[in-house]
């Protein structure tokens, strides 16, 4: 007997490089992601444990006209059989399958609690029931007829489908969306009888376009509706580059309440928002003050959604109080479109509208051909016996004596009439009541019937031509199927040009203040003007830093040593009692950060910003405005940590043709403001040059009204030689003049 020795544990040891090995398994894991979870296959739009779903449903014989099954029968059938990779995750696949908010045209008909459109999750598996829908049953049509191949499951003792037959383009009526390593893929919901009038034009003409295929798609159809406000142009990109986006609205109507007043009732949602966090978000936009115009907000759904919303006042008109909170909130979203796929060999890529739909028509071709060779082999094997049973019927006396006397019958028949083994066995199963007459007759009509079908698919099989027209006549049917669910849902429309924001101000009194700001962040707005500063009261150690007359209709912009610029609304402001509010409360800002200058913005002024590196540029003051925490990079100054780098200079340039700066070496350059360039962002040019330190100070000012700084106590001194110290862009500059601060400054530092 031959002993196998195991082998030692040395040799089990693989020596490779861990980058080689790391790299090697983890482009093994991140094709597993993209081919088997996140990317969907273009031509039945379904990922794989979707698949598996439905064709465990339709094992389990779960039709329409049939009972529902409990989920967690449906769920263990799927994970024991095709997918073993957790009940949950098949659950969830199967909820959002029954979703109707969710789906366009759902594929599993769920009983019981599925969830609902304010986020509200579905009831456990054990408490639903579920089947297939019409839907579902024109993807598998066919599936048992050779249309598609299969594959072992993942123990190897079952097969499951690769893909399935799709009787309609399920990609993009359904929609996907999933994310794989390195790439995702988003594709909205579009209606399926629009799908199928650009796939029977694509029949008729190959070679249209993609514009010609928008008379038909017109675009999106979400199952929530909505009101779609995205240009055909921006369209027209997305579809025929399968990337993009698409504004989608809220669909709102004005409910009259007389005597003048009115409420705004929502009755559908953008696609993917949820409606109970649509409405808090509402209501934190009220409480923080960020929607003035609105008064509140109440939801009085039912079955259907009906979100109420009362302005703050009726003389507010409706289209600018909806346009200021489709800015503000998810009335308005954007859909990303990034129509990511398998095709047909399993590779992943981006398809346009036209691709993806004559990927699925050469899917269907395919079916349509697989199925008819599949018809024709079992028509060949049904003729091929009722040529035998017409040789019996033909010689009926010889085969009842064989039959009666013959010891070995069967091959005795073989041997008599040259038959096959499968026509000998069905003329022995024939019974004596199927020799009469009439039985002849039909197995005579049966034979002409076939004969002419399969004729007729042999001449089908030979001609492309009408191998397509019959494709077209499938479509067709399916449009019929699924008439009752092609009724568009989202509607077009384009977004009002309205000035939200003059319409805002107008309703915000106009009143002047005096913007507070502290060393250690504290803001705060007191009305009317502070004629002495030295009355202001600040937490213990605190000292007031900035002090900017303003009025309640501005906009304040707050000029940070990180080279970004924050945005607030005067008006909202808090109040002088007390002392105020943390800074770092409203925007996001480090506190390693500091702040460079304060001021309200005033249209078509211009800024000179510098880096303490010498660099800068004009802005002007409108490219500085962004509501957002984050604020808006502008300056690109470096880490204002570091010596050397940040932020220095922000100053208005007014009517100014000349600038002054003056570096840590205390030289100072004087040059044109024309050598600057004008820019929304950015590094900038170099302004002055440096052998050590960088820049302190700038100063622009005008040649007809001269120069001048100020001094430590406040006074102003006149600079007549300023010419002595003019140069270009970039130059070292001279010593400062005999007098100047010896802050190295133009002005005190604020």
């Not at 980058?19 to 983890?26: G, H, I, K, T, V």
């Not at 991140?30 to 969907?40: F, G, Y």
């Not at 045209?105 to 509200?120: A, K, L, R, W």
């Not at 006042?313 to 308005?332: H, I, Y």
Request: negative net charge; aromatic residues 6%; contains cysteine.
């Amino acid at each position: 007997m031959t002993v196998i020795t195991p082998p030692g544990p040395g040799d089990r040891i693989i020596d490779e490089p861990l980058s080689e090995a790391l790299s090697r398994r983890y482009l093994a894991y991140a094709l597993s992601v993209i081919t088997d979870r996140a990317l969907p296959d273009v031509r039945d739009g379904l990922k794989p444990v979707q698949r598996r779903v439905l064709y465990a449903m339709r094992e389990m014989r779960l039709n329409p006209e049939n009972a529902a099954r409990k989920c967690a029968k449906i769920v263990g059938e799927v994970m024991g059989g095709y997918h073993p990779h957790g009940d949950q995750s098949i659950y969830d696949t199967l909820v959002r399958m029954a979703q109707s908010f969710a789906q366009r045209y759902p594929q599993v008909d769920g009983q019981g609690n599925f969830g609902n459109i304010d986020g509200d999750n579905a009831a456990a598996m054990r408490y639903t029931e579920g089947k297939l829908t019409v839907a579902a049953t024109l993807l598998l049509d066919g599936i048992e007829e050779d249309a598609v191949d299969f594959k072992p499951t993942y123990d190897g003792s079952d097969t499951e489908p690769v893909v399935l037959p799709a009787g309609f383009p399920n990609l993009l009526a359904n929609g996907s969306t999933g994310i794989a390593v390195g790439m995702a893929t988003s594709i909205p919901p579009h209606n399926a009888g629009e799908l199928i009038d650009a796939c029977l034009l694509l029949l008729d003409q190959p070679d249209a376009s993609t514009e010609a295929l928008m008379t038909h798609v017109q675009g999106p159809d979400f199952p929530t509706g909505g009101v779609i406000v995205e240009p055909r142009s921006s369209l027209l990109n997305t579809y025929e580059t399968g990337r993009g986006g698409v504004r989608v609205r809220a669909t709102w109507a004005k409910e009259d309440l007389g005597k003048g007043t009115y409420q705004i009732v929502i009755t559908e949602i953008p696609y993917q928002v949820r409606k109970a966090e649509l409405i808090e978000q509402l209501a934190e936009l009220i409480d923080a003050k960020k929607a003035p115009l609105l008064g509140d907000v109440r939801d009085e759904s039912a079955e259907d959604v009906r979100v109420v919303l009362e302005p703050k006042s009726r003389n507010v008109e409706p289209e600018v109080l909806m346009e200021s909170l489709f800015k503000l909130s998810d009335l308005e979203t954007r859909f990303s479109v990034n129509l990511n796929v398998l095709d047909a060999r399993g590779t992943p890529g981006v398809m346009g509208l036209k691709q993806a739909l004559v990927a699925f028509l050469d899917h269907r071709r395919e079916v349509l051909v697989r199925r008819a060779r599949h018809r024709l082999a079992k028509i060949e094997a049904r003729l091929h016996i009722l040529d035998g049973l017409m040789i019996a019927y033909l010689n009926l006396d010889e085969v009842i004596r064989i039959v009666r006397y013959e010891e070995h019958p069967k091959a005795k028949l073989i041997e008599t009439f040259s038959l096959s083994e499968l026509q000998a066995d069905a003329i022995l199963n024939t019974r004596l009541r199927q020799l009469a007459r009439l039985e002849e007759m039909e197995i005579r009509r049966e034979h002409a019937e076939l004969a002419e079908e399969r004729d007729g698919i042999v001449t089908m099989l030979a001609s492309d031509k009408a191998q397509w027209k019959l494709v077209g006549e499938g479509l067709k049917h399916t449009k019929a199927q699924l008439a009752d669910l092609n009724v568009r849902r989202s509607t077009f429309a384009e977004a009002p040009q309205i000035d939200t924001e003059a319409a805002l101000e107008a309703m915000i009194v106009r009143e002047p203040i005096t913007v507070i700001l502290s060393e250690r962040g504290w803001i705060r707005a007191a009305k009317g003007r502070v004629e002495d500063p030295s009355e202001l009261k600040f937490k213990e150690g605190d000292k007031l830093q900035f002090l900017v007359p303003a009025e309640t209709t501005d906009k304040l912009l707050i000029f940070a040593s990180d080279g970004r610029f924050f945005t607030l609304a005067c008006n909202n402001l808090p109040g002088a009692r007390g002392h105020g509010e943390p800074l770092r409360l409203m925007i996001d800002l480090d506190d390693k950060v500091g702040l460079i200058d304060v001021f309200p913005h005033k249209a078509g002024t211009k800024r000179v910003l510098a880096s303490k590196a010498g660099y800068g540029f004009i802005l002007p003051e409108e490219e500085a405005i962004a509501f957002r925490r984050a604020g808006k990079q502008v300056l690109n100054a470096g880490d204002p940590t570091k010596k050397g780098e940040g932020a220095a200079v922000c100053l208005p340039l007014g009517n100014a043709d000349q600038l002054a700066v003056i570096g840590d070496n205390g030289k100072i350059l004087v040059f044109p403001v024309s050598e600057l360039p004008e820019m929304p962002r950015g590094k900038g040019v170099k302004l002055q040059s440096y052998r050590e330190g960088g820049l302190r100070d700038a100063m622009a000012f005008s040649e007809t009204e001269g120069a001048a700084w100020i001094t430590a106590d406040g006074r102003q001194r006149a600079w007549p030689e300023w010419k002595e110290w003019l140069g270009r862009r970039a130059g070292a500059g001279k010593l400062a003049p005999k007098g100047f601060p010896a802050t190295k400054r133009f002005r005190p530092k604020t």
